[in-house]
């Protein structure tokens, strides 16, 4: 953060607080590990389930690469750039993304030696009414080496009652197309596509 030194109270979405000085974050991160599906090969569901595919499909679990076959170690390499600034209401953010899977340990062949996806997100927020009303759009794109290209475009407005970050009201409207996120919990399921409508609140303390 080499401007103002800072980014809004806990570095949240939106210039809620409205900065008079240009406020800038830069970030970088990267991870490596050697992955393990954390189950036996007689259990066709594997215990990691973070890690998927670009169509949703949990990379450990059976038959995700190949019909009958299954990974059951693979080198797990990710990293990411940011970039944001702040300024009287607007703020505006963008990401780039990498994953890269390599040295597989499988039980049959498998199509492929390695995986490589990449993408970004972009997000623009401005404060209608400060501290209290404001709008956002974002989207996502996620280039991955079987060309289904998920994507998603986000429309949304926050509204805080009390005009604090601690307490907000939420609706947002998000288009998604091939969702690669998959869960029981959030909006997503993979595969799908179209629009999901949702209204919220969070409470931070």
């Given at each position: ?30 991870v490596h590990s050697r992955d393990d599906r ?155 596509k179209g629009p999901i409508l949702s209204i ?6």
């Amino acid at each position: 953060m080499p401007t103002t030194g800072e980014f809004g109270e806990r570095g949240g979405n939106g210039d809620f607080e409205k900065h008079k000085n240009l406020a800038t974050r830069f970030g970088v991160s990267y991870v490596h590990s050697r992955d393990d599906r954390l189950a036996p090969l007689s259990d066709a569901a594997a215990k990691n389930t973070q890690v998927k595919l670009s169509d949703g499909l949990n990379f450990y679990d059976r038959g995700s690469l190949a019909d009958g076959v299954t990974v059951q170690k693979a080198n797990f390499d990710e990293g990411s750039v940011d970039v944001g600034f702040k300024i009287k209401g607007f703020h505006f953010q963008l990401d780039y993304f990498f994953r890269y899977f390599s040295k597989f340990v499988t039980d049959g062949p498998v199509p492929v030696s390695s995986l490589f996806d990449h993408g970004g997100q972009i997000s623009l927020s401005q404060m209608l009414i400060d501290k209290t009303l404001n709008v956002y759009v974002s989207s996502t794109y996620l280039f991955d080496q079987f060309q289904r290209n998920p994507w998603e475009v986000v429309v949304g407005l926050n509204y805080y009652p009390i005009k604090s970050r601690s307490w907000r009201l939420n609706a947002q409207m998000i288009y998604v197309d091939r969702s690669s996120a998959d869960s029981y919990f959030g909006y997503y399921l993979k595969g799908l596509k179209g629009p999901i409508l949702s209204i919220g609140t969070d409470i931070l303390l």
